[in-house]
T-cell receptor
Framework: DTAVSQTPKYLVTQMGNDKSIKCEQNLGHDTMYWYKQDSKKFLKIMFSYNNKELIINETVPNRFSPKSPDKAHLNLHINSLELGDSAVYFC?????????????FGEGSRLTVL | SQQGEEDPQALSIQEGENATMNCSYKTSINNLQWYRQNSGRGLVHLILIRSNEREKHSGRLRVTLDTSKKSSSLLITASRAADTASYFCATEVNNDMRFGAGTRLTVKP
């Protein structure tokens, strides 16, 4: 059973389009995250949700909007896609925030904006 | 902003050799973690070391932490071709996890 699953795995789209990436975790964790990994492999946190409440919102453009319908799901919606949005986006979850340590990551969603 | 910085950026060794990767960070931390990422896959947690610990072992992995130097090292002993991956350190500061850019390890059979 996949602990953290995200879809789609690959997404190719045109500039200006709107797209969503979905994430679900079946670990019963309280906190979920979105990270962005660029071409140089830097992994940067974008958002963190704890029990459906946003607790981290790094300086990402307003075009990115996380949506958490329940604590097992954290979807990422991106409006008006730009070339610079091309990256691999990772969803992750942890128990009771990060103080317990371990993050569980999904397999990533590679977004290519043409 | 990034917190941890791994060194070297890339490391190539022969199977059976030991691999050492280093991580430096900037601010005080609660704990430091190491993760592994195979090509095209998500990150997988390897080991966590808390700020009051100096050394930790897990199988062929040995992690050290020197809070006075704000640095950590990951040693993989008796490396195998299957250890080929990118290795990241991550530091937790006030409930916020920050990653470096990773060390790309290649183990040649």
């Amino acid at each position: 059973d996949t602990a953290v699953s995200q879809t789609p795995k690959y997404l190719v789209t045109q500039m200006g389009n709107d797209k969503s990436i979905k994430c679900e975790q079946n670990l019963g964790h309280d906190t979920m995250y979105w990270y962005k990994q660029d071409s140089k492999k830097f992994l940067k946190i974008m958002f963190s949700y704890n029990n459906k409440e946003l607790i981290i919102n790094e300086t990402v453009p307003n075009r990115f909007s996380p949506k958490s319908p329940d604590k097992a799901h954290l979807n990422l919606h991106i409006n008006s896609l730009e070339l610079g949005d091309s990256a691999v986006y990772f969803c992750a979850s942890s128990l009771m925030g990060q103080l317990t340590g371990e993050l569980f990551f999904g397999e990533g969603s590679r977004l290519t904006v043409l | 902003s990034q917190q941890g910085e791994e060194d070297p950026q890339a490391l190539s060794i022969q199977e059976g050799e030991n691999a050492t990767m280093n991580c430096s960070y900037k601010t005080s931390i609660n704990n430091l973690q190491w993760y592994r990422q195979n090509s095209g896959r998500g990150l997988v947690h390897l080991i966590l070391i808390r700020s009051n610990e100096r050394e930790k072992h897990s199988g062929r992995l040995r992690v050290t932490l020197d809070t006075s130097k704000k640095s950590s090292s990951l040693l993989i002993t008796a490396s195998r071709a299957a250890d080929t991956a990118s290795y990241f350190c991550a530091t937790e500061v006030n409930n916020d996890m920050r990653f470096g850019a990773g060390t790309r390890l290649t183990v040649k059979p």
